[in-house]
């Protein structure tokens, strides 16, 4: 079933310490929102305090939020796609982490498992652990991987590192978010050259685009490592409407990959973020949907 998703839309849980009333409006909504939208698959993400990886100070604080996996199936049980929902596995033990795969497989959704920030933050379980635990006892659960374009840029063995989560049973990767059209590009360049000289079928690359609107956002974005180029970061910094120009961006940015990957013949997705709490920003993230779609030619 995921290895036929194209298109996606990407939201956070509430935090930990909001209601159980509240809880269940926010749900509510974004349930009415996503089964308007036609995707293919909603992604919950598993935020993890990344400050071990980078010393700057962080935009915005860290805050705790309900864990996906519970959120993905009791919060958002009726929305009508399939869910691929994060785990970040240094946060969780093998039983726990064992148990909320288990469960994600009963339900027939995926699982995409995160490391840890950095090896300077050791976690109650390694990647490698809980990749060799899915395999062993949960085979049936699809599983996705993570894929940075910009590690591939700057140091090189992002292929290798996808093909190795290939080998250990992932069957797509979903990007951070993108911004860099030559980063990407030249990460699916090497990878469609790599699995055409080894005959390997070249797994979903799902790319993420998120809308930004705020000047803050954008520093978060460049703490998290998104690659902004600097002409961007000024077009963005100095428009009248940063979001409105942010989206424009992100359609331009994936409609060159989109073209590019069809030539190829690999089989790229665009993952929408709404990841912000502001309407505008939930509203352009619909809008960016919309766009997407038309780029596919849905």
């Not at 990344?50 to 604080?61: K, L, Q, T, V, Y």
């Not at 860099?180 to 790319?207: F, M, Q």
């Not at 073209?259 to 709490?277: D, I, Q, R, W, Y």
């Amino acid at each position: 079933m995921f290895s036929d998703v194209r298109l996606t839309y990407g939201l956070t849980p509430p935090k930990a310490s909001t209601s159980p009333e509240r809880q269940r409006e926010v749900a509510a909504l974004q349930t009415q929102r996503v089964n308007g939208l036609g995707v293919d698959a909603l992604v919950i993400y598993d935020l993890q305090d990344e400050s071990s990886r980078n010393p700057a100070e962080r935009p915005f604080p860290f805050i705790e939020t309900i864990d996906p996996a519970v959120y993905a199936m009791d919060h958002l049980a009726s929305v009508t796609a399939p869910k691929i929902v994060y785990q970040s596995v240094g946060r969780r033990d093998a039983s726990t982490l064992r148990g909320a795969l288990l469960e994600l497989e009963r339900r027939g959704h995926a699982v995409v498992l995160v490391g840890a920030p950095s090896r300077q933050q050791p976690g109650a379980t390694r990647l490698s652990d809980a990749y060799a635990l899915r395999k062993a006892d949960v085979p049936r659960l699809a599983l996705g991987g993570i894929v940075i374009a910009e590690r591939h840029e700057g140091a090189g063995g992002e292929v290798d590192r996808l093909l190795g989560k290939l080998a250990q049973g992932c069957s797509f990767f979903i990007s951070q978010t993108v911004y860099s059209v030559t980063s990407s590009k030249n990460l699916l360049s090497d990878l469609h050259y790599r699995c055409a000289a080894e005959g390997v079928a070249i797994p979903p690359v799902i790319v993420t685009l998120s809308p930004c609107g705020s000047v803050k956002t954008l520093q978060f974005m460049r703490w998290l490592g998104v690659s902004i180029p600097r002409w961007l970061e000024n077009e963005l910094t100095h428009s009248r409407d940063i979001l409105e120009t942010s989206l424009q961006v992100s359609c331009t940015v994936f409609e060159e990959l989109w073209h590019f990957a069809k030539e190829k013949g690999l089989p790229l997705g665009a993952n929408v973020e709404s990841v912000a709490l502001g309407k505008a920003e939930i509203d352009a993230s619909v809008e960016l949907v919309r766009r997407v779609r038309r780029i596919m030619g849905r």
